[in-house]
């Protein structure tokens, strides 16, 4: 089981990588390590999702989702654990960062419990409260809204 990377590419999600994208991100969502996403809001989404692919097998995704008129999210990244720390979300955050310069978005954010990971970006922490509410559309649907403990991260694109 993808013990030998023969064949990675990174492309735009299709309706039929969803279940398994789904079933990538609740590996990590049931250790409260990412938010759940249901099938519904994927498949409403799916423009906004890249994935990886090996020899023709889905490993990771991420998705670019944008909020306002200069500004996007990444959100939703998760690589199957099997091929975890081999560059894989980098490629997955860098093809959602290529497609917001595409936009013309000035600035992209997440929000993670990782802020580390996207410090390696060079996104910057930032304060939740200097993000527009606009993003809170998204949080007031959460389970976890108000107590969130994820970090805000931002980095600017198209100055």
């Known amino acids: 089981m993808l013990t030998q990377r023969k064949h990675e590419l990174i492309r735009k999600a ?46 990771g995704c991420c998705a670019l989702h944008v909020v306002w008129e200069d500004l996007a999210e990444i959100l939703a990244l998760a690589v199957n654990p099997v091929c975890a720390r081999k560059g894989i979300g980098t490629k997955l955050v860098s093809a ?20 580390g990971f996207f410090e390696t970006l060079d996104f910057k922490v930032v304060d939740k409260n200097t993000l ?27 100055p």
């Not at 290529?98 to 419990?113: I, P, Q, S």
């Open 96 to 115: 959602c960062l290529e497609d917001a310069k595409n936009l013309g978005m000035k600035e992209v954010f997440a929000l993670t419990y990782v802020p």
């Open 132 to 158: 527009p509410r606009k993003i809170w559309s998204g949080c007031l649907r959460c389970p976890k809204f108000p107590d969130c403990n994820e970090v805000a991260v931002l980095k600017s694109i198209n």
């Open 14 to 59: 299709r309706v039929n990588d969803v279940v398994v994208m789904k079933q990538i991100i609740n590996t990590y969502s049931k250790e409260e390590l990412m938010l759940a996403r249901s099938l519904s809001e994927m498949y409403e989404n799916i423009r906004d999702y890249y994935v990886c692919e090996i020899d023709g097998e889905v490993v």
